[in-house]
């Protein structure tokens, strides 16, 4: 399994948008030398929590700040875009990281959005699907080619570069309805299950993979599980008690302000305490959340790992939910803790610890053959008789035939 990190962002209203942006380039700094594999980020043009606008350019930024990350945009709003410009902006990004951008596509997440932009919500979706493989025409190189429909136009059009790497990962947005499958099914593209942080989208998740399947079928294509994104909404201390007082910072105010009050979410209400908030994110059958340990994100994963029928990628949701400080020391104890067990790096280590402690009539043995070659030394058993006995009870006695000259 990879792991991965995904900012839309949802950042808590009031503080500076500049200081903001900063301390998530520094994120994405030190999720690179942690050893995630992946990065992503939103695009978004209102509310006033989700405060990237184009994610290319940030991910341009971050480039700058890694080395071997992927950076991927999570997602390019393709219906508000020329098709044109989706595809020479990623390749650009390609080109400037050599080779780690990732293209992740969706039909545009809030209505306000498409609202200031005078699309027609009803359009989004089909014209997502009419853009990807217009996009992936272009990434492919090959000969010129005009395309005309009612919402843009390319005449002779042809990349005048192409991509650093061989082919540019793409993957499109999936929440809780079928079309996000259908269509990665349909283009064999990975996907991004952002839906699963609800409670209908946890319902929908053992379907979901099957949608993609079906397509990939009917449309001659195929769809691998190892590129299947499943989203995690955590946040991690060294104990649970920790975890709790953590997100006192904003987790009430994530779920009232933002979901409830902003995005209107159906079926959600106001709660009226961080304890109720806490009660209703760690449920694991209400959210695939965690608040708690390491082993308590450890335990979801492989939960979640069971409900869906394998995924490829563990894509953790970065959240305002605690103070900058405790948010990062929560990436932190994942990469050190969750990760290599996840990745079943640990077992060795383990079996090698054990195997010392459960054979230690060999290893006593080996102990009293060095302290007795110590002590053919008349200093060095002094010297060693003096400091007490040696552990493991083992006390060699000195004979009367050795000498200072003894080796």
């Known amino acids: ?40 980020c939103g695009e978004h043009h209102s509310t006033g929590w989700e405060t990237i606008g184009s994610p290319e350019m940030f991910l341009a930024g971050a480039a700058m700040r890694t080395g071997r990350i992927k950076l991927g945009t999570g997602v390019t709003s393709i219906p508000y875009h020329h098709p044109f410009h989706v595809a020479q902006r990623i390749v650009q990004l390609d080109q400037m990281s050599l080779g780690r951008a990732m293209l992740g596509t969706g039909p545009g997440a809030l209505p306000s959005d498409a609202h200031t932009l005078g699309i027609d919500p009803m359009l989004l979706r089909d014209r997502q699907d009419e853009a990807i493989p217009v996009v992936k025409r272009l990434l492919a190189g090959g000969e010129r080619f005009t395309y005309e429909c009612d919402w843009f136009s390319l005449y002779d059009a042809k990349l ?3 991509p650093y790497q061989h082919e540019i990962p793409m993957t499109t947005a999936s929440m809780i309805s079928p079309s996000g499958m259908t269509l990665a099914g349909k283009y064999g593209m990975g996907v991004l299950s952002i839906g699963s942080m609800s409670t209908e989208g946890l319902a929908s998740l053992p379907l979901q993979w099957s949608f993609a399947e079906e397509a990939a079928a009917k449309h001659d294509q195929v769809v691998d599980r190892a590129n299947w994104r499943v989203m ?82 563990m894509m953790g949701f970065v959240n305002d939910w605690a103070e900058p400080e405790a948010m990062f020391r929560s990436w932190d104890l994942v990469a050190r803790h969750v990760m290599p067990a996840v990745k079943d790096q640990l077992a060795p280590m383990q079996e090698s610890n054990e195997f010392v402690i459960e054979n230690r009539e060999y290893f006593d043995r080996a102990g009293k053959a060095i302290l007795a070659k110590i002590f053919e030394n008349k200093r060095a058993a002094e010297a060693l008789k003096g400091a007490g006995t040696p552990k493991g009870g ?11 000259g003894s080796n």
Do not use: C
């Open 232 to 313: 995690f909404n955590f946040h991690v201390a060294l104990t649970r008690d920790q975890a709790r007082r953590d997100v006192e910072h904003g987790l009430l105010r994530w779920h009232n302000e933002y979901n409830v009050d902003t995005l209107q979410r159906p079926g959600l209400e106001h709660l009226g305490s961080t304890a109720d908030a806490i009660d209703f994110y760690a449920n694991p059958d209400t959210a695939a959340g965690v608040i708690g340990t390491p082993d308590d994100l450890i335990e979801n994963i492989l939960r979640m790992q069971e409900i869906t029928g394998g995924f490829g990628v």
């Open 1 to 40: 399994m990879k792991f991965a990190a995904f900012l839309a962002p949802h950042h808590l209203p009031g503080e500076s948008p500049a200081l903001q942006l900063q301390r998530d380039l520094d994120l994405v700094a030190q999720l690179d030398r942690l050893g995630y594999d992946e990065f992503w």
């Open 160 to 162: 005048q570069i192409l």
């Open 394 to 404: 083992f006390t060699p006695r000195v004979g009367a035939d050795e000498t200072e």
